[in-house]
């Protein structure tokens, strides 16, 4: 079963007829918090989401719209990488120590105690690594319409301030797949 298949199953399930036909895509949704700098911590992402705004978020709530949802296949957690000043973000880094994340959607734990750090890849920034874990094609986790959803991770390590003095860097996440949005197919 590929991921829209998935997509489609579920919505069946649910008894949502209408989110075939909406638009098909490739979706992420990040979320960053502040970083404490201090070891064993926990960071609720997309928890009160609406109160931050983008950079640091790109969702106003942590439930998709009637029609809308995601298809998780991969996630990753970061922290962003200051400049020399440390002020102005510049790129992300890895995290430093053993990550592990915990998905909530609705009132169901669906992950438990994963270890963000079993895959790394490769990003642009000169070989730095993103900690992250790949869902597909084994899983992929549906995050239907309409229903909440929290990722919890806990760090082992103390996060300092990646480059620069000033202050500590935000740590973040962000779920990465196949998504559908809502489609009117008429102009407002």
Same mark, same amino acid.
């Given at each position: 079963?590929?991921?829209?298949?998935?997509?489609?199953?579920?919505?069946?399930?649910?008894?949502?007829?209408?989110?075939?036909?909406?638009?098909?895509?490739?979706?992420?949704?990040?979320?960053?918090?502040? =970083?404490?700098?201090?070891? &064993?911590?926990?960071?609720?992402?997309?928890?009160?989401?609406?109160?931050?705004?983008?950079?640091?978020?790109?969702?106003?709530?942590?439930?998709?719209?009637?029609?809308?949802?995601? /298809?998780?296949?991969?996630?990753?957690?970061? %922290?962003? %990488? /200051?400049?020399?000043?440390?002020? &102005?973000?510049?790129?992300?880094?890895?995290?430093?120590?053993?990550?592990?994340?915990? /998905?909530?959607?609705?009132?169901?734990?669906?992950? %438990? !105690?994963?270890?963000? !750090?079993?895959?790394?890849?490769?990003?642009?920034?000169?070989?730095?690594?993103? %900690?992250?874990?790949?869902?597909?094609?084994?899983?992929?986790?549906?995050?239907?319409?309409?229903?909440?959803?929290?990722?919890?991770?806990?760090?082992? &390590?103390?996060?300092?301030?990646?480059?620069?003095?000033?202050? =500590?860097?935000?740590?973040?996440?962000?779920?990465?797949?196949?998504?559908?949005?809502?489609?009117?197919?008429?102009?407002?």
């Amino acid at each position: 079963m590929n991921q829209q298949q998935k997509l489609m199953y579920v919505a069946q399930e649910l008894g949502l007829s209408t989110l075939d036909q909406m638009q098909g895509t490739t979706r992420n949704v990040f979320d960053t918090l502040a =970083n404490p700098n201090t070891a &064993n911590t926990a960071f609720d992402f997309f928890k009160s989401v609406g109160q931050r705004a983008f950079p640091q978020t790109n969702i106003a709530d942590n439930r998709f719209q009637v029609n809308e949802a995601l /298809l998780i296949e991969y996630i990753n957690v970061y %922290k962003t %990488k /200051l400049d020399g000043a440390g002020t &102005n973000v510049i790129g992300i880094e890895a995290l430093t120590g053993a990550v592990y994340g915990e /998905l909530t959607i609705g009132n169901q734990g669906v992950l %438990k !105690d994963i270890p963000l !750090d079993v895959v790394s890849q490769s990003n642009t920034d000169k070989g730095a690594t993103n %900690k992250g874990f790949y869902l597909a094609p084994l899983i992929g986790i549906v995050i239907p319409p309409q229903v909440e959803w929290t990722f919890r991770i806990v760090v082992e &390590n103390a996060q300092g301030a990646a480059t620069g003095a000033n202050g =500590n860097p935000r740590i973040g996440c962000e779920l990465y797949g196949t998504g559908v949005l809502l489609n009117l197919k008429s102009s407002l």
